[in-house]
């Protein structure tokens, strides 16, 4: 009975002791929490932020881990690309040029054109946005002809060829206009289907209306 009774004693003790140190920890914690409230702000996406570069055009669809930003190379670009199957002549920049602006825009790269602001030096784009101009520049000239090729490598932004190109071959829009109103006049069927005559007659037409 004696033993018995020492050991109701230690437990009897162990559980004040057990239940005092429980009540201290609620009393604690209730403390704690009220401090949490007052001086802990929420935590903040850290990673995002490091990884955002500083500067106006750093954030969002400028960024070049977004597939829409147009600072954005894809695995498959390259400077030997030839993003089109027409290559620019002299006399058929309309055609050229709409064909051209269509393959820019499905690369991500109009704004190339001048449309985009080259990023100040200090911000961290400024040499992907370099990268993307020298890749545009390569694809302007993989699709003009040798002698044009000749005139406009020399340039180190892609818009001075834009405007250079521009400058240049619009004038031939006035006798190009002549030609094509000549040969709206005197176009004929003759030997070709009716498909094959409206197909043609209606391209003479298009071109006629884009070259005004």
Known sequence: MAKQGRKMRTRNTFSDTETYAMRNRSHFSAKEDDDLDVEINPPQNIGTRC???????????????????????????????????????????????????????????????????????NDLLFKISIRCNNMVKSWLLNIVNQEIYDSIMYYDDAVEMWNDLYSRFRVSNLPRKYQLEQAIATFKQGSMDLSAYYTKKKTLWEQLSNTN
């Not at 670009?77 to 027409?86: A, E, H, K, V």
């Not at 050229?96 to 825009?105: A, G």
């Open 51 to 121: 990884v955002q570069p500083r500067g106006s055009n750093s954030s969002g669809m400028n960024s070049i881990n977004n597939t829409h930003s147009p600072y954005f190379l894809h695995s498959a670009d390259y400077p030997g690309l030839c993003i089109s199957n027409q290559k620019l002549d002299g006399l058929n920049y309309n055609n050229w040029y709409i064909v051209m602006r269509m393959s820019l825009d499905a690369n991500n790269k109009i704004g190339f054109d001048g449309s985009l602001v080259r990023p100040a030096e």
